[in-house]
């Protein structure tokens, strides 16, 4: 016959915390590990078998809920003193590549969207077109002089070689 669950947190109670305070050291997560434990073990010591090493089986919970509670300080924000200024790079072609970055933005507005749809989306002509409004046919000329006009740029810049992504 099973002990009454409370003799169980009496009896192994410290050294579960030990267990918590080992992965997570002096911090408040040991204690809300070790409480977490109980809840757990709370829960399914009705299904335990009778001959089942207590002991045992709450130090694995335990440790589980420790190498929880410390992948979740882990992915907490944490602050910091001073954020940097800087301009973000997200969604910018090429990170590195500012003098693209300055071709593309000087491209006409359909063109430009239509090269970013495309090329960078992935998107169809037929989406691009319902995007943008008017034809696929529309959509694809748009996309295929905005990409004529960025080679005609770097050509003129020395930047690609004449034969070079034909």
Partial sequence: ????????????????????RAVLGPHPDADDAWSETFLAALRAYPELPDGANVEAWLVTIAHRKAIDATRARQRQAFPVGETPERASTI????????????????????????????????????????????????????????????????????????????
């Fill in 91 to 166: 969604g910018t072609p090429g990170s590195g590549d500012l003098d693209l970055w300055a071709a593309v933005k000087a491209l006409p507005d359909k063109q430009r969207q239509a090269v970013a749809y495309r090329y960078l989306g992935g998107l169809t002509y037929q989406q691009i077109a319902g995007i943008l409004g008017g034809t696929a046919d529309a959509a694809r000329r748009a996309a295929a002089d905005g990409v004529k006009k960025l080679r005609i740029h770097y050509y003129s810049a020395g930047t690609l070689s004449e034969g070079a992504n034909r």
């Fill in 1 to 20: 016959m099973k002990q009454p669950f409370e003799q169980v947190v009496a009896d192994h109670g410290l050294t579960v915390l030990r267990v918590c």
